[in-house]
């Protein structure tokens, strides 16, 4: 990151001291101060969800990408640097661009208080108003009503990835609470695509939709995506596709997330996109640490013949699920998990699914700019959900150089539990 655009970041931090403060009135009034960019963008694609949004737009992005289209995307958090938020056109944001949208923004706040989600995601809508698209995929940061990307007052669809319990502290701490805030995208007569959904959330979805007349198009009811040997087969009433390859990102999640962005072609007008770039999109897809498996790097160069090293950054129970679905596929060789976690997160729920998989566990510390356990209150914590060979390390590079010692086994390494440790290892694999 060049010191200028440093410099830009670190002033929009200090501009109001709460990191996490939802509302939209601030945002509300620098977009008017901007000249509202939100409102001259080409169809926009919003999600929401607790896990996987990533994962679906990378898809989607690359299925449309693949089919000739020109998309805008915008992300977060990022992982290794601030311009992964932003894709322009198909690339990330560079530098030049971003200061300059920034100050924009900036001069145009005028040192009013505004969180640094809400002035960036103005400066993103800017960068979008002026470059050319097709579309634009829109993941909102938190929650989904209060969340700074709401401001898009009629997107062409709103999806919704799985919703479960994450954030309580500011959405609520009941899933219906959640899916509530969630549902805020949904906007009046705007189809909306979702997966399956726990049933106190599917409530909340379906009151809001029929409030504000939305069509929904529901996994398992509306559209299905099937396997069939290794293939798989999506069908609905809109479309049958197939055979399909199974996704390129790691995991029988994915399978979910790759059907989600499928099922939002059904109802995209305007842009029609025949299967093989459905099928050239599925291979080509690409979404950082999350099962990612690390090929390059000081880490990887330390491993003996055999071992792997896969990285993900989930941090909630969910994530925990999907994370031990994959696990009771890895049986050809012993999983080693190195975690490490934000304090305001649920260790045990998430160490709880995956507790019976594990050779060995080891708790390290996380660099972030949130409050983060201690690795001796993850050890506890792994040890109450069962976890006995549980024991910390004062690093990644210390546990790892632990996992190879007391093992003469090839094995699996998952380092897992926070997008921030996530991130830091991308770093240094660099």
Not at 262 to 290: H, K, N, S, T, Y
Not at 363 to 378: G, L, N
Request: glycine fraction near 8%; charged fraction near 20%; hydrophobic fraction near 50%.
């Amino acid at each position: 990151m060049s010191k200028p655009l440093a410099d830009r970041l670190a002033r929009l931090g200090r501009l109001h001291p709460t990191a996490i403060d939802l509302s939209l009135g601030r945002i509300e009034r620098l977009l008017a101060a901007l000249d509202d960019p939100q409102n001259r963008l080409a169809p926009v694609i919003h999600i929401a969800g607790t896990n996987g949004k990533g994962s679906t737009l990378a898809f989607l992005r690359a299925i449309l990408e693949a089919a000739g289209q020109t998309v805008h995307v915008y992300t977060s958090p990022h992982l290794v640097r601030f311009n992964e938020r932003i894709r322009l056109a198909g690339r990330l944001i560079d530098d030049e661009t971003l200061i300059g949208v920034l100050d924009e923004s900036l001069a145009a706040n005028a040192d009013q208080p505004i969180t640094f989600f809400e002035i960036t995601t103005a400066a993103a809508f800017l960068a979008f108003s002026r470059v050319p698209a097709d579309v634009v995929l829109l993941e909102t940061g938190l929650g989904g009503r209060l969340d700074a990307t709401n401001m898009v007052a009629r997107p062409a669809l709103t999806l919704l990835s799985p919703i479960g319990l994450d954030h309580q502290a500011y959405l609520g701490d009941t899933l219906a609470a959640i899916a509530a805030e969630k549902a805020g995208i949904l906007k009046p007569g705007v189809p909306c695509v979702l997966v399956k959904q726990e049933r106190a959330a599917m409530k909340v979805i379906e009151a809001r939709a029929d409030s504000l007349g939305v069509p929904l198009h529901l996994e398992g009811r509306d559209w299905h995506l099937r396997s069939k040997g290794d293939t798989l087969i999506y069908e609905s009433r809109f479309a049958t596709r197939g055979p399909l390859p199974v996704p390129v990102l790691t995991g029988p999640h994915q399978r979910h997330n790759a059907g989600l962005a499928i099922a939002a072609l059904d109802r995209l007008e305007g842009i029609a996109v025949r299967d093989p770039a459905v099928f050239e999109g599925l291979m080509r897809a690409d979404w950082p640490a999350r099962l990612q498996r690390l090929r390059h790097g000081p880490l990887v160069a330390s491993l003996s013949f055999g071992w792997e090293i896969w990285l993900d950054g989930g941090h909630n129970p969910q994530a925990g699920k999907a994370l031990a679905a994959q696990a009771r596929l890895w049986r050809d060789k012993p999983l080693h998990l190195v975690f490490g976690m934000l304090a305001s997160k649920d260790v045990r729920g998430f160490l709880k699914p995956l507790a019976a998989r594990l050779e060995s566990f080891w708790a390290v510390p996380v660099a972030a700019d949130q409050p983060t356990f201690e690795p001796s209150a993850i050890v506890a914590a792994a040890k109450a959900e069962g976890i006995a060979q549980a024991q910390a390390a004062g690093s990644v590079e210390a546990a790892l150089t632990a996992i190879l010692a007391s093992d003469p086994r090839p094995g699996r390494i998952l380092i897992t539990g926070s997008l921030y440790l996530a991130g830091a290892v991308l770093a240094n694999a660099a």
